[in-house]
């Protein structure tokens, strides 16, 4: 079982579409972070959210923390086929001695 | 680059043997973090060692071993492989531990196929 669960698990859409990936738990974090992974690399980070209500944006990726801190979501507008990618949210136990990773979505942007 | 490396890149061993996987961190990081991902899935949290002991652990039996040296380097052991253990095994380091301060640099990782 998988503490955060993301949603939907593959989304294949065409340059230009605007997508939003989710990421739920059932569990309070004190923050979450959002990954990017490619093929034949790690996960790299793109950012963390703290605040409960807290909305980042980097670019064309917004980053929305829920108000409880048990979900967050990815929202891309005009995606480009640079945006292919694993994209996986996660969080840490107390203290972040553990890190949980979602189970990841699998985005691909055809041009 | 993130500035972590792991070794070797990929690796083919049979059920019942063990294998050890190396990771250099970025230097001066305190904290590895090793993760196993399996296809089409997220990583798995096996364990943290910050400055060279065990910190945290996930769901992994105790053949799954870990160690950290002061240069920087760790190594993960598993022992007894299964077929199961097929799977991406990822490094990362941070300064003193993910978390809302701090970010984790992940190796490219080695590929693991048991048979």
């Known amino acids: 079982t998988q503490l955060l669960e993301q949603s939907p698990q593959f989304l294949s859409i065409q340059e230009g579409e605007n997508l939003t990936v989710y990421c739920n738990s059932s569990?309070?974090?004190?923050?979450l972070q959002w990954y990017r992974q490619e093929p034949g690399e790690g996960p790299v980070l793109l950012v963390t959210?703290?605040?409960?209500?807290e909305v980042k944006k980097l670019k064309r990726l917004t980053f929305q923390f829920g108000d409880a801190r048990k979900d967050s979501s990815l929202h891309i507008t005009a995606a480009q086929p640079g945006d292919t990618g694993l994209y996986l949210c996660?969080?840490?136990?107390?203290?972040?001695?553990?890190?949980?990773f979602g189970s990841g979505t699998k985005l691909n942007v055809k041009p | 680059e993130t500035g972590v490396t792991q070794s070797p890149t990929h690796l083919i061993k049979t059920r019942g043997q063990q294998v050890t996987l190396r990771c250099s961190s970025q230097?001066?990081?305190?904290?590895v973090s090793w993760y196993q991902q399996a296809l089409g899935q997220g990583p798995q949290f096996i364990f943290q060692?910050?400055?060279?002991?065990?910190?945290g652990r996930g769901n992994f039996p105790p053949r799954f071993s870990g160690l950290q040296f002061p240069n920087y380097s760790s190594e993960l052991n598993v022992n007894a492989l299964e077929l199961d253990d097929s799977a991406l095994y990822l490094c990362?380091?941070?300064?003193?531990?993910?978390?809302?301060?701090?970010?984790?640099?992940f190796g490219p990782g080695t590929r693991l196929l048991v048979l």
């Open positions: 990362a380091s941070s300064l003193d531990g993910p978390g809302e301060e701090e970010t984790q640099y």
């Open positions: 569990s309070v974090f004190s923050s």
């Open positions: 959210v703290v605040t409960g209500g």
């Open positions: 996660a969080g840490g136990g107390y203290n972040f001695n553990k890190f949980y």
């Open positions: 230097s001066g990081h305190n904290t």
């Open positions: 060692y910050y400055r060279e002991e065990e910190n």
